[in-house]
């Protein structure tokens, strides 16, 4: 709009007779009071212009004086379109980089949103490394509580359907500190399933049984495993009545497994009924076999939690000096 307007000015201004040049003057005045700012600044100068007419019409000859003022209304025009043709330009590349500030803020301000829910997810990672590094220690303490406690019961501890329940008693009633070992000893196994089972899922809530996580991940369920068979062989080692219906029921259980079940129960029980054999059985898998398994599966575990531990530490600080680095080299 702005353009032909001037283009009809500039048209009008070299084409239009004489009578016409106030007229004219007064289009031009009310075309450029359509820009307040560049009018306020200008009118003054189109006044001069047209109380120029008078003095050129008295100096000049009438061609020559209108030559003169249509030039001169001509040169406003054009200086005057082109002051507002850069001021509106200027305003619109004001507006266009105010926006794309805008969007650069926004996009800042997403990209610190995804920083800061990236360190949120770094410490978040962190505390449950932390945590399962310190659940680690604690079934590791309460293997070493428990494997201690059991070698002080096997020294008074017998093996057989006669004497399993009388070893017991005395440990109890007349061995000193007894009850105090046996509770240490329930206590420290029973924890130990529970710490485990936790460990589990914190690991998994903190993504360690990815790849670089696989051997304590591995190595956390088989020590779960591990403690739930300790709790289970100590089922009938006591030889009481409810242990022993219980263990019945769950040979019962065990022989319903296809193909291997009868073979199973077997071997648990030692090829008959629940006897000496059932115990002296029930009581090497307890002490040597699983005991041994769980201790070494504990320090697997917690050897493996540190080292990956001290592999992520070392992997976060070379990732955060190459950050820096680059920042300073943007710099």
């Not at 004219?24 to 359509?34: E, F, M, P, Q």
Request: aromatic share 10%; proline share 2%.
């Amino acid at each position: 709009m702005l353009v032909s307007a001037i283009v009809i000015t500039a048209i009008n201004i070299l084409w239009l007779r004489k009578e016409k040049d106030v007229e004219l003057a007064g289009k031009i005045g009310r075309l450029a009071s359509h820009f307040p700012e560049e009018w306020q600044e200008y009118q003054d100068w189109l006044r001069d212009i047209i109380s120029s007419r008078s003095v050129l019409l008295k100096r000049y000859p009438v061609w020559q004086a209108i030559l003169i003022f249509r030039w001169r209304l001509f040169y406003f025009v054009v200086y005057v379109a082109g002051v507002i043709l850069c001021h509106q330009l200027l305003k619109r590349l004001k507006n266009f980089f105010l926006a794309m500030g805008y969007l650069k803020e926004r996009i800042l301000s997403q990209k610190e949103v995804i920083a800061t829910n990236s360190i949120l997810n770094n410490r978040c990672h962190y505390i449950l490394q932390q945590m399962a590094t310190l659940l680690a220690v604690a079934e590791l303490s309460l293997c070493g509580i428990a494997a201690l406690t059991g070698i002080l019961i096997a020294f008074y501890y017998q093996p057989t359907a006669l004497g399993a329940h009388e070893s017991l008693r005395i440990i109890v009633n007349e061995v000193a500190n007894g009850t105090l070992i046996l509770s240490l000893h329930h206590v420290a196994g029973n924890g130990l399933i529970v710490l485990a089972l936790i460990q589990i899922v914190v690991m998994f809530f903190g993504r360690e049984f990815v790849l670089p996580w696989l051997t304590a991940w591995i190595s956390g369920i088989l020590l779960t495993l591990i403690a739930i068979s300790l709790s289970w062989t100590a089922i009938v080692l006591n030889w009481e009545q409810t242990s022993f219906w219980r263990f019945k029921l769950e040979l019962s259980m065990v022989a319903s497994i296809p193909l291997v079940g009868s073979l199973l129960r077997d071997i648990l029980s030692g090829g008959g009924g629940i006897n000496s054999i059932t115990l002296q059985h029930m009581y090497t898998l307890h002490s040597y076999v699983l005991a041994i398994a769980a201790i070494f599966l504990s320090i697997t575990h917690l050897t493996a939690l540190i080292c990956q531990e001290q592999n992520w530490k070392s992997e976060d600080k070379r990732l955060s000096l190459a950050k820096f680095l680059r920042k300073s080299e943007f710099k």
